[in-house]
């Protein structure tokens, strides 16, 4: 389920009053922006300061607080063009659906990796240096990338080899099933999302119960990595709402027709813009490290350290 399905069905069925689509939009730039003002503000922390770009821990955080931008900025532009231009050339289109499926399917899998670092430094403390090295992380962020394209990529090749080119140049509402419109797309995404869902699902429930088990008679840096663990599932939780989304909405056309976009734009805002705003509490403020040198830059009182 790509980002912009959630807000760009929004005024096919009942559309939004002017006063409500005005207010919608208002909401998602505000929240957008919030969001974004926040996470400029973690990368610049980051890239100020070695002692963050040498950690794999905080590597792999800020590859997900870049991925959040990446995504949080296309699901707005989504949003608003849903409203204002409605429709886009395909192949414009397409290059932003896959940016955005690309973005989506990539913070589960990083927070999946993310708890792995949690679970070796926590029951593995005098390997993590060997294991988790810098030049691992990164090569490990490369797989996500290649994880998120083999599952995204095969919608493209689809759709080249099945439609005409004519296709390509034609206007349509800007969401997955009209830019990728083959019926073997949709069988491919239900068995990825399974699949998917089972791996991440698994990784956290595992490392979060080796970390409890450790935690009962270890530090207090054991707990807090159960506490982090926690979290993770949480923002996994949200983040794997897009998994069934499909399914979601069928409910919610069946359970709310004359409030759909409501209900839509209710889910939106749980699924896209949620998950990518309890990124920056979990490191940027209960990390004590980084949380001293970001509220320098988000209290705009930069002084060089």
């Not at 760009?8 to 909401?27: G, L, R």
């Not at 830019?179 to 949709?186: A, D």
Request: hydrophobic fraction near 50%; charge should be positive; charged fraction near 15%.
């Amino acid at each position: 389920m790509n980002t912009s399905s959630v807000n760009a069905t929004m005024v096919t069925w009942y559309p939004d009053s002017f006063i409500k689509a005005v207010t919608k939009n208002v909401i998602v730039i505000f929240l957008g922006i919030s969001v974004n003002y926040i996470n400029v503000n973690i990368i610049h922390t980051f890239c100020k300061h070695q002692i963050f770009n040498m950690n794999p821990r905080y590597i792999l955080f800020i590859h997900m607080v870049v991925n959040d931008m990446l995504q949080v900025s296309l699901t707005v532009v989504l949003f608003i063009i849903s409203y204002t231009i409605y429709k886009l050339n395909v192949s414009v289109c397409g290059i932003m659906i896959l940016i955005a499926l690309f973005t989506t399917e990539n913070t589960p899998l990083n927070l999946a990796c993310m708890a792995v670092e949690c679970y070796i430094a926590i029951c593995f403390p005098f390997r993590h240096v060997q294991i988790c090295t810098v030049k691992r992380t990164l090569t490990l962020i490369g797989l996500i990338w290649a994880t998120s394209m083999l599952s995204v990529l095969p919608d493209l090749f689809i759709t080249l080899a099945t439609q005409p080119l004519d296709f390509f140049r034609s206007q349509v509402f800007c969401i997955r099933q009209n830019v990728f419109p083959n019926p073997l797309i949709l069988k491919k995404r239900d068995i990825t999302y399974i699949v998917f869902l089972v791996i991440v699902w698994f990784t956290i429930f595992y490392t979060y119960f080796k970390i409890l088990f450790t935690a009962r008679t270890a530090s207090k840096d054991a707990k807090k990595a159960r506490n982090t663990i926690l979290l993770h599932g949480f923002q996994v939780l949200l983040c794997m709402t897009t998994y069934v989304f499909p399914q979601l909405v069928d409910i919610l056309q069946r359970s709310f027709p004359k409030n759909y976009n409501d209900a839509l734009f209710a889910s939106y805002i749980t699924v896209q813009v949620l998950p990518r705003s309890i990124s920056p509490l979990i490191y940027g403020v209960r990390d004590n490290t980084f949380r001293k040198y970001l509220k320098r830059y988000l209290l705009c009182k930069v002084r060089e350290s």
